[in-house]
């Protein structure tokens, strides 16, 4: 199986990876840069969303040339990692997250343009992508277990609320998500869920929390210490990727695509 891991916020590059290899991938998106390499005898593909120095803010993550150099270099199922803050006050800072559900009612890339492959009328393969939860059950639960093994508290479940950046939101606005069930929320992880879900490619999310929202703790913690559990995240995440991919077996896609030229 060949695995690609695509990191965040603090994850530039991606340790444990043996016979590390730099590449660029040219797609008809734009160009973007990949780190191949093995761990414990999985092939993987490491993409960086935000590139070296956090180069990219979250409004200038291109997704579909990440996503389109992540096809073209064969991988068979993904994992994604980002950091992100609790808008639900039961998930404390310092926690895992596996998604089980996705809050992204927009459905827009950064550009403002629709979060989908399916650019023009007639356009072979175009299609709705069907689904009860928008996430691999099975690569779920390959990293629900191999979380349980870091000592790192791990929320097996909860929705994920992608939100527009750069800047981070209002107090009323956590709290209007907050009523809409999210768990946890960042800036970049909605477009690749709905993108890996219509290529029908497997795709978990785990997310590290870095802080609580605001609004949600009755008061702010010091900007410090968001900084410090960032850093942190890097480590944790290799940590679990490197328990989790060894052991997972065959994953499937979530849901499926009614395919109108099929």
């Known amino acids: 199986m060949r695995i690609g891991v ?15 290899t730099a590449r660029t991938v040219t797609t008809e998106h734009g160009e973007v840069q990949v780190t191949e390499g093995h761990l414990k005898g999985t092939d993987v593909v490491h993409l960086s969303r935000h ?20 096809r073209a270099r064969g991988v068979d199922a993904l994992i994604s990692l980002t950091v992100c803050g609790a808008v639900d006050p039961a998930v404390a800072p310092g926690s895992l997250v596996v998604f089980d559900d996705l809050y992204f009612p927009s459905n827009r890339l950064p ?22 939860r928008p996430f691999s059950e099975p690569l779920r639960q390959g990293l629900i277990n191999a979380a349980g093994q870091l000592g ?40 690749e869920a709905v993108l890996a879900g219509e290529a029908e490619l497997p795709l978990a999310l785990v997310g590290f929390v870095t802080d609580y929202a605001n609004g949600v703790a009755p008061e702010p913690e010091p900007v410090e210490a968001l900084l410090e559990r960032m ?26 695509v009614y395919r109108f030229d099929s």
């Open 111 to 132: 550009d403002g343009s629709p979060c989908t492959w399916y650019d023009t009328p007639g356009q072979p393969g175009r299609g709705h992508w069907i689904f009860d």
């Open 51 to 70: 590139g070296r120095g956090h180069r990219r803010l979250s409004h200038q993550v291109d997704h579909k040339a990440n996503l389109a150099a992540l």
């Open 231 to 256: 850093a942190a995240s890097k480590q944790i995440f290799a940590d679990l990727v490197a328990r989790a991919v060894p052991e997972l077996g065959a994953v499937a896609p979530a849901g499926f």
């Open 152 to 191: 790192t508290p791990v929320v097996a479940q909860g929705v994920y609320g992608h939100v527009d950046g750069p800047r981070f939101n209002s107090r009323s606005e956590i709290a209007a998500l907050r009523a809409a069930g999210v768990s946890a929320v960042s800036q970049t992880a909605g477009p």
């Open 6 to 20: 695509i990191t965040g916020s603090g994850s530039y590059d991606w340790p444990h990876l043996e016979g590390a």
